[in-house]
């Protein structure tokens, strides 16, 4: 199944620069409609005014977490089956377990480029 590239996504991160470039990423491989928070409590509140078609969040963000997150959309009857790809700097097998059990679609282990993002989202959206 091809991946509707109009669908908006929200990209999560505290760090400008990861939005940025995530963003481009994201450009790359066709996908305009972007939009971007710089912690899981703007990120809530910008899914409930707006139904994204993907969520790219990173994990380690102040003063909610991308897992926090993660937790707080599956948990919401009205967002829960927002697909949501976890990004982070660390590839610990117990994150990556905590994650799966959260319910994320997919993980993705910093750095990456296009054909990464592009075959995780992918694999979100043939599953």
């Keep these: 199944m091809a991946v509707d590239t109009s669908m908006p996504i929200l990209v999560v991160d ?21 939009d971007d928070a710089s912690d899981g409590t703007e990120a809530l509140s910008k899914m409930r005014s707006r139904r994204y078609g993907l969520v790219i969040s990173d994990w380690n963000m102040e003063p909610m977490t991308g897992y926090e997150l ?50 995780k989202i992918d694999a979100v959206f043939s599953a």
Excluded: C, W
């Design 14 to 34: 505290d760090y400008k620069t990861m939005i940025r470039i995530i963003r481009n990423l994201l450009k790359q491989l066709g996908f305009s409609d972007v």
């Design 70 to 119: 993660l937790r707080h959309v599956r948990a919401d009857g009205g967002l829960g089956r927002t697909p949501f790809i976890m990004v982070t700097a660390e590839s610990k097998t117990e994150n990556v377990i905590a994650a799966k059990k959260a319910g994320v679609n997919n993980y993705i282990v910093k750095p990456f480029n296009a054909q990464t993002l592009k075959g």
